[in-house]
């Protein structure tokens, strides 16, 4: 087996890891206005423009006063993390966990086709419905399906289980927006109170979603 040789360097680039790592995030804090937002939510947003490399993102945030102290408690006591999506899943760094916390995402489940077929909507959202059993006091983290939240809302509405806290930033162009205005208005319109974190508009996604549920479980970066 020949030995493998790096290439001769062409480019004037920064290489090392930690040197990296800690660079993105003094640059992201000082790029990004941060002010006005709630306690230990600066974190949090500073992990989601890491994630996305979008420095405006913060204008479009929006946290509930309550949804880091929250989620934190619920982690910190062996919550489960509800996720819409594998890619979500995946995304959640495992050692971050503070009580090794199970990650879920029941999208693969065998029932989650028929359900959609039966209901006449998405696989994201029927897997929603399987969560029912682990929903009490769970940290949920959407971050792909619109109709994965819209689905939630409507289970919450109907008296399902209320979870600790709700990362919901799923992406799109069909509905995205439509369903995160709709959860930042569950408390005004229905009377349910749920700490959440949201983003305004279309975008959102898994690396989004995971980042902020990796801040939320370690407060350190």
């Known amino acids: 087996m020949s030995v493998l040789k790096r290439p001769p360097r062409h480019y004037d680039y920064v290489d090392s890891g930690p040197a990296i790592y800690v660079d993105s995030f003094a640059t992201i804090r000082r790029e990004t206005a941060l002010d006005g937002l709630p306690e230990g939510a600066p ?3 500073v992990r989601m423009v ?3 490399g979008q420095t405006d993102l913060v204008h479009d945030l929006v946290f509930h006063p309550d949804l880091v102290p929250a989620a934190r408690a619920a982690l910190e006591a062996g919550a489960p993390v509800l996720a819409d999506a594998h890619m979500v899943a995946s995304g959640v760094t495992r050692a ?3 009580k090794d916390n199970d990650v879920i995402c029941l999208l693969r489940d065998p ?3 028929s359900l959609a077929r039966d209901w006449g909507t ?3 959202a029927a897997a929603v419905s399987l969560w029912e059993p682990h929903l009490e006091g769970a940290v949920v983290a959407i971050g792909n399906a619109p ?3 819209f689905h939630l809302l409507e289970m919450l509405i109907d008296g399902a289980p209320r979870p600790a806290a709700i990362v919901g930033c799923p992406v799109g162009f069909i509905g995205a927006a439509e369903s995160k205005d709709a959860l930042a208005s569950l408390a005004a319109d229905h009377g349910i109170d749920v700490p959440f974190l949201t983003v305004r508009g279309r975008r959102g996604g898994s690396a989004m979603t ?3 549920v990796n801040a939320l479980a ?3 970066e």
């Open 111 to 113: 029932a989650v086709p």
């Open 96 to 98: 971050r966990l503070p």
């Open 50 to 52: 890491h994630g996305t």
């Open 122 to 124: 998405t696989r994201s």
């Open 210 to 212: 995971a980042s902020a």
């Open 218 to 220: 370690q407060e350190a």
């Open 43 to 45: 974190t949090v947003a």
């Open 147 to 149: 109709t994965a939240l």
